[in-house]
């Protein structure tokens, strides 16, 4: 990462930082769902970006980090926030464990098409098992602990524009410093050479499917951590969270930021939440407008936001040369 790339990145999180001081509560309540979701889709785009495989249930591992946190909270009385992204890491992996063994034994559509059926499976079961999951009305979040603190005294707007957004900051940095540590590793050499030619990557000693399993787990543990941060502004979690349009979701904001580029899919999350907030302002058929969005995108920006501003540097790079 060059120099200027981290004095970007400085002067970005700067900016983020300070939010509160010339956001109001409300864009600052649309804020938290960008750095879950900035989590979810750093560890989906080491699935996808990085490792070549699509998935389109990918809120299974969203699902699970919310309904640990619901839960532990509400019903076990766990409400230490460390604490609870322990049990959602381990329920992840355990989970991400058989179901990415079937799975990554295959690529493209057979790849999709089985994280589909697990994660609709998935949804099947947080619907009709009411005593486990709460049915269709889902299961209450009580506010958890921030780094052992009870701050239930506060009232919920100060809680979140307050003291869960930095902490929300916090595990934004920590985990994707992390990542970038992960795809900048012989690790991620092998994910990307996986990605590009899994034959030859075989041919060179890489177990194929030892490397594609390792980054599913990851990218659901991720999921998982976003997924708890996420829910806790709602205050509920329910079957939805796990259903294939939240996948879709997913899909749609590592393309729109770009997932060629390491900083893409948490330039999606923002840019997908401020779309979302405006066209749901402007129009009831706002679904609609996102769904013509994605194939203008696909057709004019293949490679997201990231990728224009990439050519557009390139571009003035080269004007300034000649």
Not at 77 to 106: D, Q, T, W
Request: charged share 10%; glycine share 10%.
């Amino acid at each position: 990462m060059s120099a200027r790339t981290k004095l970007i990145l400085l002067a970005c999180f700067s900016i983020l930082c300070a939010a509160p001081l010339y956001l109001s509560p409300y864009h600052m309540t649309l804020l938290l769902p960008a750095i879950a979701y900035s989590i979810i889709l750093l560890g989906f785009n080491l699935l996808f970006g990085y490792t070549g495989l699509l998935s389109f249930g990918h809120a299974l591992f969203v699902a699970i980090g919310a309904y640990t946190v619901a839960i532990l909270t509400s019903r076990l009385g766990i409400k230490n926030m460390e604490i609870i992204f322990l049990y959602a890491i381990i329920a992840s992996a355990v989970i991400a464990v058989p179901v990415g063994l079937i799975c990554v034994r295959h690529v493209r559509i057979f790849f999709g098409m089985l994280t589909l059926a697990f994660g609709m499976l998935f949804h099947s079961i947080l619907f009709k098992f009411y005593d486990l999951s709460g049915g269709d009305s889902g299961i209450p979040v009580v506010r958890p602990f921030l780094l052992g603190q009870d701050l239930s005294s506060m009232d919920k707007t100060s809680f979140l524009v307050g003291p869960f957004f930095y902490y929300s900051i916090i595990i934004l940095i920590l985990l994707g410093t992390l990542m970038w540590r992960i795809v900048n590793s012989p690790m991620g050499m092998h994910f990307r050479a996986i990605r590009d030619n899994p034959r030859k990557a075989e041919y060179l000693g890489i177990q194929v499917h030892r490397f594609r399993l390792i980054a599913f787990v990851i990218s659901a543990i991720y999921a998982s951590i976003g997924g708890a941060l996420l829910v806790v502004p709602v205050g509920l979690a329910d079957p939805e969270l796990a259903y294939w349009t939240h996948s879709g979701n997913i899909v749609f904001m590592t393309i729109l930021g770009g997932f060629n580029n390491f900083l893409g899919p948490i330039v999606g999350a923002f840019a997908f939440i401020g779309l979302k907030d405006q066209l749901v302002g402007l129009t009831q058929y706002w679904r609609f407008a996102l769904g013509v969005v994605l194939v203008l995108l696909v057709l004019l920006l293949p490679n997201g936001i990231m990728g224009l501003l990439q050519t557009r540097k390139r571009t003035v790079s080269q004007e300034k040369v000649q």
